[in-house]
């Protein structure tokens, strides 16, 4: 079986990112540097300097010795009410609550990149917004890479999962993986079971082994969340 290859960043989140790096290193940074950094070939990073270029963007620098931001440059502020800046304060601290690093990872993200664009003037709000959002207490999945989830979610790929119940009786599953639901004290991912031959819901902290296969299955233009969705949420996964 084929090693499972998560999804590449989109195009124009590297450009930005390949800004933010030099804007933030001390010294040049070559293109395998920023290419081990971001995941990508080092010709990859050659015509993303090109590019960026192109845009006058004003990196200097040549392949081999390195490439500088030069200083004084920024990208256009967002204009963002105080409101809207709050909104995404919350948003990313109630992203931690959820147990899943990657998307955690991601909301810290959004909160750097955010918080470096924002004017001056604007950006105490955002970081030292003075809001409290709980930690929630979903168990933290141990058996399963929730981002292996979302991903198989996202390509319509078949999921293997070694499931234990409520009574510890453990059973081996493929699932169609539908759609991932948050709450304040689980996780569950809504599925189609080809065990049961119908809509389950499982508990991501009662998974014990789980595996993305290369099958893909068919998500009818959006048949199957629809009818995932008019179900109840407490759908067992027995």
């Known amino acids: 079986m084929k090693a499972y290859e998560p999804g590449f960043m989109r195009r124009s989140d590297r450009l930005f990112d390949i800004i933010q790096r030099l804007r933030a ?6 293109a395998a540097m ?15 300097i090109a590019t960026l270029q192109a845009r006058r963007v004003p990196i200097d620098g040549e392949a081999g010795v390195g490439y500088v931001l030069r200083k004084g440059f920024d990208l256009p502020p967002l204009m963002f009410t105080i409101e809207e800046i709050e909104a995404i304060a919350v948003g990313a601290r109630m992203v931690r609550r959820l147990r899943d690093p990657k998307l955690q990872e991601a909301a810290d993200g959004v909160l750097a990149k955010v918080t470096t664009v924002l004017p001056e003037a604007l950006r105490a709000s955002l970081v030292g917004s003075p ?25 319509s790929r078949k999921f293997h999962i070694t499931y234990a119940d409520e009574k510890g ?54 048949r199957l969340f629809r ?9 067992p996964a027995g």
């Not at 689980?186 to 290369?214: H, K, M, Q």
């Open 25 to 30: 290193a001390t010294r040049p940074m070559t």
């Open 131 to 155: 809001i409290f959002v709980s930690a929630g207490d979903a168990v933290a999945a141990e058996g399963v890479d929730l981002a292996d989830l979302r991903a198989a979610i996202r390509e």
């Open 169 to 222: 009786r453990r059973t081996h599953r493929t699932i169609w993986p539908i759609a991932m639901a948050y709450y304040v004290d689980v996780t569950l991912v809504g599925a189609w079971c080809e065990l049961r031959a119908d809509y389950r819901n499982f508990r991501v902290e009662r998974i014990g082994a789980s595996r993305v296969l290369d099958e893909r299955f068919d998500q009818d233009n959006g």
């Open 227 to 235: 009818e995932w969705s008019a179900l109840p949420k407490e759908r």
């Open 34 to 48: 920023l290419a081990a950094g971001l995941e990508v070939t080092p010709r990859t990073i050659y015509r993303d």
